[in-house]
């Protein structure tokens, strides 16, 4: 069973940082390119930022390139959200991805999500 | 960058009714348009893919349909475990995912 498990999130003032992390179990995970989608609240979903299987490709939205970035453990089967410069319009749950297979746009799989808060 | 508009923002509808909702792209995007459910507190879940393909395991009283700019999706006959909120999401422009805005679906 595929399963993806996120944490790190919480309450961090603006202008601070925080690492995102997602434990990823039941499938090859160097076989697929993952993904972070925010959603804050009340609101709808948000694309944040992908990349593949290898690492060899890795995206943003622009509303978060450069303060962002996404990286990959293959060997510990585990993604990372590394968020820098944070505002308050970061405050959202943030969920981690699976893509059908290597760079799909279908995301059948999600974690339960993990909340960040940006306030002072 | 390519914008999904859908519509209704919320509807309310009677057990057993037909629900209709469309989701228009700012471009064309083949069929390659996709449809989540998300319930309150939970995370999206993947219902129709390629525009009209189910997923697997998903009731069959699901579909979707369209190509190009204009898509709609429909629950034929609306039962009470239908209640949530409905996101379509384009993967034309990869590795840029847009979702729509969402439509809030009642039980009246």
């Known amino acids: 069973e595929v399963q993806l498990v996120e944490s790190g999130g919480g309450l961090v003032k603006p202008g601070g940082s925080l690492r995102l992390s997602c434990a990823a179990s039941g499938f090859t995970f160097s076989s697929y390119s993952m993904n972070w989608v925010r959603q804050a609240p009340g609101k709808g979903l948000e694309w944040v930022s992908s990349?593949?299987?290898?690492?060899?490709?890795?995206y943003y939205a622009d509303s978060v390139k450069g303060r962002f970035t996404i990286s990959r453990d293959n060997a510990k089967n585990s993604l990372y959200l590394q968020m820098n410069s944070l505002r308050a319009e970061d405050t959202a749950v943030y969920y981690c991805a699976r893509d059908r297979y290597d760079s799909s746009g279908l995301l059948p799989y999600w974690g339960q999500g993990t909340l960040v808060t940006v306030s002072s | 960058d390519i914008q999904m508009t859908q519509s209704p923002s919320s509807l309310s509808a009677s057990v057993g009714d037909r629900v209709t909702i469309t989701c228009q792209a700012s471009?064309?995007?083949?069929?390659?348009l996709n449809w989540y459910q998300q319930k309150p507190g939970k995370a999206p879940k993947l219902l129709i893919y390629?525009?009209?393909n189910l997923e697997t395991g998903v009731p069959s009283r699901f579909s979707g349909s369209g190509s190009g700019t204009d898509f709609t999706f429909t629950i034929s006959s609306l039962q009470p475990e239908d209640i949530a909120t409905y996101y379509c999401?384009?993967?034309?422009?990869?590795?840029?995912?847009?979702f729509g805005g969402g439509t809030k679906v009642e039980i009246k």
């Open positions: 390629d525009a009209s």
């Open positions: 471009q064309d995007i083949s069929n390659y």
């Open positions: 990349i593949s299987s290898s690492s060899s490709y890795i």
């Open positions: 999401q384009q993967y034309d422009n990869l590795p840029e995912l847009t």
